[in-house]
């Protein structure tokens, strides 16, 4: 198989551009890097060239162009983006995106099974956190257990340890800038594997990109897109004066103390009805929420010292586990309840061997699509006319699908 794939990486301060060629006799990989967050512009194109050049290569040679999709800085990513998407139209050939995050974790020395929480500093004492399991099959490494998100530097260790033991037992592998930058606020606990890799690099970029490209997730040039985890880029002086500090500042995503998961039960139905009709304009009855325990339906409540907080109900089918409905009080909102339903769900999934867990959700519900892209779903198809709207309308559902870990392997 022949392959020539160019990937550029401008997430950071650091410039890299990587040539990849793969051909019968193996593969081989050639890097230029420069730091200059300011340069970025001006200097990818000429450094893609070189390589080129070195290669013997045409730019009319290249089967894809991959580039690290961030999270990180906004110019550094709309340039590789910007370039990518510009030489694939060109040259009529696949973009194939990576998350930044991916790279650092690609760049450690974790094995089948480590785990690997990558912290990069996003100012303004935020760092973007994601979290990746390194699996057994070689074409598909990489298992997101938690994709990309925002969170204060602070409340990072306490996330981790939380939310790392339903995993693996075992201790995690630290990677990224924001271990550094933020030192103080974040010490890394005794026993966890500390890991020198702090940006991503280009050649790590070119490996990922290179597997992608082998699983057919090439995407048309058009379709390429930075991953932004921030909603907004600033803040107002009257949102500060709010206490919405930073850039905007992450919430709290630790269940708080005192809340307790359970099982659905009879008794729990009037009060998970009324939860449900605050919280949705067409909501499920209580003869709807009778039907899926009679049914065999999986159904937990989060009860936060004694008071209804939160819901889920899951329908595990044969093919993949399906979340029904899911609910959280408005004055728990921001709490990490609604990961805490959505770790459950998937926990179940997994016990079922179950591939993959699957939801629908409004197009027009944007904060519950902001948080299941968080939580590492991806749209993969629309319902037409699924849900009702009012005055006799219909709204389609977005079907998203997050794909879980399978034994012995990565996804």
Known sequence: MDLNLLALETSSSRCGVALLRETAAGAEIGVLEHDGAQEHAERLLPMAGQLLDRAGLAPGDLHAVSFGQGPGGFTGLRVACGVAQGMGLALQVPVVPVVSHLAVAEQTQAGPGDLVVVALDARMNEVYLAVYERGA??????????????????EAVAWATHHLPAWSPRAPWVAGDAWEVYAAEMTVPAGWHRSAASRPQAGAVARLARLAWLRGEAVAPELAAPLYVRDKVAFTTAERELGQGGNPRAASVLPPAGTVLAPMVEADLDEVAALEAQVQAFPWTRGNFADALAAGYEARVLRHEGRLAGFCVAMLAPDVAHLLVIAVARP?????????LIDWCEQCARQRGLPALLLEVRPSNRGALAFYERRGFQRIGVRRGYYPAGQGQREDALVMQKTLARDGGGT
């Open 137 to 154: 099959d070689a074409a598909s490494p990489w298992l997101a257990r938690q994709a990309p998100m925002l969170i204060s530097a602070a």
């Open 332 to 340: 728990r909102h921001r709490q990490g309840l609604g990961s805490q």
